[in-house]
């Protein structure tokens, strides 16, 4: 977005450094590579940092207002009502897909949101590798509100492990080992000192959760939970305890705020950055311009069962119209200019920690020259993936 920076960055970069940035990361992760991380990471102006922000501050002072929790009781499944949920999430973030407005400028635009954790140990990492491999413009940062890497970790670890032992609070997984975020849960570990569990390891004694830690039994006092209640379905596993019952034992991104803050949240979000969305059992009569709307099941993760050529006769086969939403096309606009003349489009998550109130402190960048992000989209690419965005205040 910044032209002399984006060129002075294309121009002085090295295919040997960044083969060496790549090492070094992937050593926290036994040398495997579970994801692209892109060649650059995303330069920020002021202005639109300024627009960004507003836009995500004003959609979390949205959430947190006393009538969201009501108006989200319909997004919890009957079988996944968990008990002893906070009055708030603690993990907050808004997708924003980057894109040209009517006027010419490059505007934010939100595609999706989560009431979930997200890798805030892997950004944080990630920041210090950029800055050691790659020249960042002095003055520009990737946290928000003051923050820097210590004070970050600092506020991390109050809303992970508070005042407990880390020994008695668990990252909280499936299958964690072979998941394809696990760097983020060696640096959680490394960071705060606290183990990673498979949920098929935990085990109850009357309302007390326990695990094994170099064969002496732990209990469990605080979860951090990344256990994406879909994948633990469709891959039919059953915990050893039972998620519903009530234990003594607090949460950390409890498992209810997965659903609140979700695809079921989009139709009832608004404002200047927000596309309009519909629940598809709400439409009385659909859009005539279906060409410009995409479908999206309320209940999938990572883009799974999304429709984005609509038509008719896909919307008249759904018999669960209840489970979908019809939210408008965004378009992204090309604005990382790369060195094999494809520019790449961007999508920007807002990441926030939620003590006493929800705050704004760092985010994560995909981006992609494909139809939609992802792998599938992006095959044979370079110059795409992860990485972070720098922003330089106004």
């Known amino acids: 977005m910044i032209p002399e920076i984006r060129n002075d960055f294309n121009s002085n970069f090295n295919e040997n450094t960044y083969n060496n940035f790549l090492e070094e990361i992937w050593s926290k992760s036994n040398g495997i590579n579970d994801f692209r991380i892109n060649e650059t990471p995303l330069f920020m102006d002021a202005k639109f940092s300024d627009t960004i922000q507003r836009a995500s501050n004003d959609l979390a002072a949205q959430i947190n207002n006393p009538e969201f929790l009501h108006r989200t009781n319909s997004a919890l499944p009957k079988d996944w009502d968990i008990p002893n949920e906070g009055a708030h999430p603690n993990f907050l973030q808004f997708d924003f897909a980057v894109i040209k407005n009517e006027n010419g400028e490059h505007v934010p635009m939100l595609i999706e949101l989560q009431g979930f954790a997200s890798l805030y140990s892997f950004q944080a990492y990630l920041d210090v590798m950029i800055r050691k491999y790659f020249q960042v413009p002095e003055k520009f940062h990737v946290y928000f509100n003051g923050f820097n890497f210590q004070s970050y970790i600092a506020k991390l670890k109050k809303i992970i492990v508070a005042d407990y032992d880390p020994k008695t609070v668990v990252l909280l997984e499936i299958q964690p080992n072979t998941q394809k975020t696990r760097i983020d849960f060696n640096l959680t570990k490394e960071f705060l000192g606290i183990e990673t569990v498979c949920v098929t390891e935990v085990y109850s004694k009357s309302n007390k959760l326990f695990y094994k830690l170099d064969g002496s039994e732990i209990q469990i006092k605080r979860i951090y939970n990344r256990v994406i209640f879909d994948e633990l379905i469709n891959k039919n596993i059953t915990p050893k305890f039972d998620l519903k019952d009530e234990y003594d034992v607090e949460w950390t991104g409890h498992p209810n705020w997965f659903f609140r803050i979700s695809k079921h949240t989009l139709p009832l979000l608004s404002g200047e950055f927000v596309p309009k969305c519909f629940y598809l059992n709400d439409l009385r009569r659909l859009p005539d ?104 205040s106004l």
């Open 289 to 392: 311009d279906l060409e410009n709307y995409v479908l999206k099941p309320l209940f999938s993760f990572a883009g799974s069962g999304v429709q984005i050529d609509v038509t008719r006769e896909i919307l008249d086969k759904i018999p669960d119209r209840e489970n979908y939403i019809l939210q408008e096309k965004v378009n992204y606009e090309p604005i990382i200019k790369t060195p094999d003349g494809e520019n790449a489009k961007a999508e920007i998550r807002m990441m926030y920690l939620w003590d006493n109130e929800p705050v704004l402190v760092n985010n994560l960048l995909r981006t992609s020259k494909g139809k939609m992000m992802g792998v599938d989209y992006n095959k044979n690419k370079t110059w795409i993936g992860a990485s972070i965005a720098y922003h330089k």
